[in-house]
């Protein structure tokens, strides 16, 4: 007795309508994606999407390249935002990632509290991965241009501002205490030595004391002592210089007229 065909209900049917399991590839052959559904690879910081070779640099394809992660900070007061860029990367495209995630990071990475512990971390991370591309060759057999390396990070300017404002933080309180020292000199006033001689002695006052030679017609008194120095006061016939302002350690001074002139 002959099986009846299966029914597949009303309507007409393509006649090369879809297998059931689809094609099979012959052996050795891997399976491939689709035209136009094939996966995207990650594009580097800051360029678009490029295509990736096998075993090469993610950027241009070329070789020798280094699998590194080269990683970024953003502060946002209170948020904040994590970057990363996985190799494999050549030696220029992963010095021209590094040296950009890392100046972008100065610059960006501080704004936020937790971002200022975060920030120098991040930075220090880097350094392995710079130091993995410093150690490869020059790139060779890329498939697309390679990135350009560009100035070394230190000579860009949002590390030229970082170092300013560190060297300003480091130098703050040694230069605040040495203001605060100078403000807060309250030595006696300055005024003639003993055993000079000065002219100008009208006004009688320390600071206003000019030195002469002893031996210039100028020369109008000699400076012989501070007064009440030992217990003993000026000697008659002498003026007594006071000083602008009496503070601690300030004296006035005997001043013996010379060449026998008498300015009493």
């Known amino acids: 007795m002959a099986t009846p065909p299966p029914q ?18 012959p052996y050795g052959v891997p ?48 948020l904040m935002r994590f970057l990363r860029q996985e190799g494999p990367f050549c030696r220029d495209c992963g010095l021209a990632t590094y040296r950009k995630m890392s100046a972008d ?86 005024g003639p030595a003993i055993g000079t001689c000065v002219r100008d002695a009208d006004q009688l006052r320390n600071e206003k004391l000019i030195p002469e030679p002893c031996g210039s017609p100028l020369a109008a008194y000699l400076v012989t002592k501070e007064r009440g120095t030992g217990g003993a006061d000026c000697a008659d016939g002498d003026l007594i210089s006071v000083p602008d302002e009496w503070v601690e350690g300030a004296h006035s001074l005997c001043l013996t007229p010379v060449h026998g002139r008498n300015r009493a």
């Open 31 to 78: 399976p491939q994606a689709p035209y136009g559904h094939g996966p995207v690879p990650q594009a580097p910081y800051g360029h678009g999407p490029v295509p990736q070779a096998p075993y090469g640099c993610r950027v241009c394809g070329a070789q020798p390249a280094a699998q590194a992660t080269v990683r970024g900070h953003q502060g946002m007061l209170v």
């Open 105 to 190: 990071t100065l610059w960006q990475g501080w704004w936020g509290p937790l971002s200022v512990f975060i920030t120098p971390v991040t930075l220090l991370m880097n350094l392995g991965a710079r130091s993995r591309f410093l150690r490869l060759a020059p790139p060779a057999g890329a498939i697309l241009p390679s990135l350009s390396p560009g100035r070394p990070l230190w000579r860009r300017p949002p590390a030229l501002v970082f170092l300013t404002a560190a060297v300003l933080i480091a130098l703050a309180p040694p230069l605040l205490v040495l203001l605060g020292l100078t403000a807060g000199d309250d030595g006696p006033p300055a």
């Open 8 to 25: 597949h209900g009303a309507g007409p049917y393509h006649p090369y309508g879809p297998q059931q399991g689809g094609p099979h590839l």
